[in-house]
């Protein structure tokens, strides 16, 4: 459903990611692990047309994503940054609002599904987003990002700076997005732990590049892998 294609690219003549391909099918949940550095967050960028592809591309359903990130939006790619980035002096409510009718959706209707699915928000509704928790913002940001009606989710460190009983909240609020809404997620991460309750597979980069792909029994067993791989 969705693919990154032998992506190469990076930051002016400087090339971060080379040749790196990943494949998320409909609904479902895919780790890209990595120690930091490795250029996760370069991917999540080129995978949103954020910066541009020295080579390859991106598919959707089997057709070229459109190269602007407004019209990848458009196209079904949700996106949510490390460092989460809400609108800080809108409230709640008008973030998600302004997320959805920049897409062409109902803003009203945005908010009555963001609350509904996200208590955590409601009594929060009419508060500033920048006064909000870190793990408030992290949900709202995750809210503003369903808001656009996305095929898949890219998720960038979710879990940063996020305190732990939020950190299980959100694996829950994850895994019933996926499975209640069928949307595709690819979650970027240095928590192992948070991707084994969520993802069935993983991609593990290392230095630019897709070093190895795996299931969630083999990451969860290789304590070797994990040494070797992430340090942990
Ligand atoms: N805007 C930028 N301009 C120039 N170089 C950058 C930029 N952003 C990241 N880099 C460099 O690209 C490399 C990969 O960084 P990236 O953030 O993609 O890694 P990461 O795996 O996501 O790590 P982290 O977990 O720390 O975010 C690093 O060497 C970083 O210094």
């Given at each position: 459903?969705?693919?990154?294609?032998?992506?190469?690219?990076?930051?002016?003549?400087?090339?971060?990611?080379?040749?790196?391909?990943?494949?998320?099918?409909?609904?479902?949940i895919?780790?890209?692990?990595?120690?930091?550095?490795?250029?996760?967050?370069?991917?999540?960028?080129?995978?949103?047309?954020?910066?541009?592809?020295?080579?390859?591309?991106?598919?959707?359903?089997?057709?070229?994503?459109?190269?602007?990130?407004?019209?990848?939006?458009?196209?079904?790619?949700?996106?949510?940054?490390?460092?989460?980035?809400?609108?800080?002096?809108?409230?709640?409510?008008?973030?998600?609002?302004?997320?959805?009718?920049?897409?062409?959706?109902?803003?009203?209707?945005?908010?009555?599904?963001?609350?509904?699915e996200?208590?955590?928000?409601?009594?929060?509704?009419?508060?500033?987003?920048?006064?909000?928790?870190?793990?408030?913002?992290?949900?709202?940001?995750l809210?503003?990002?369903l808001?656009?009606?996305?095929?898949?989710l890219?998720?960038?460190?979710?879990?940063?700076?996020?305190?732990?009983?939020?950190?299980?909240?959100?694996?829950?609020i994850l895994k019933r997005i996926n499975r209640e809404r069928g949307v595709?997620i690819?979650?970027?991460?240095?928590?192992?732990?948070?991707?084994?309750?969520?993802?069935?597979?993983?991609?593990?980069?290392?230095?630019?590049?897709?070093?190895?792909?795996?299931?969630?029994?083999?990451?969860?067993?290789?304590?070797?892998?994990?040494?070797?791989?992430?340090?942990?």
């Amino acid at each position: 459903m969705f693919r990154i294609v032998n992506a190469t690219g990076g930051y002016g003549k400087t090339v971060i990611i080379r040749d790196v391909s990943i494949a998320v099918d409909k609904a479902e949940i895919v780790a890209l692990l990595g120690r930091n550095g490795v250029g996760k967050s370069t991917l999540m960028r080129f995978a949103m047309a954020l910066i541009p592809a020295l080579s390859g591309h991106v598919e959707i359903d089997g057709r070229n994503a459109p190269e602007a990130p407004a019209k990848r939006a458009k196209a079904g790619v949700g996106y949510v940054p490390q460092g989460r980035y809400v609108f800080p002096r809108m409230t709640v409510t008008e973030n998600i609002g302004v997320a959805a009718e920049t897409n062409g959706h109902s803003g009203r209707l945005a908010v009555e599904t963001a609350l509904r699915e996200f208590p955590m928000l409601r009594p929060k509704a009419d508060d500033l987003a920048g006064g909000l928790s870190g793990g408030q913002q992290q949900v709202l940001a995750l809210a503003r990002a369903l808001a656009t009606k996305p095929k898949i989710l890219l998720l960038d460190e979710p879990t940063e700076g996020v305190q732990p009983s939020i950190i299980d909240e959100m694996a829950g609020i994850l895994k019933r997005i996926n499975r209640e809404r069928g949307v595709a997620i690819l979650v970027a991460e240095q928590d192992l732990d948070f991707c084994l309750s969520i993802a069935t597979r993983a991609y593990v980069m290392e230095k630019g590049s897709v070093q190895l792909e795996t299931d969630r029994e083999s990451l969860r067993t290789d304590k070797k892998l994990q040494q070797q791989l992430l340090g942990v």
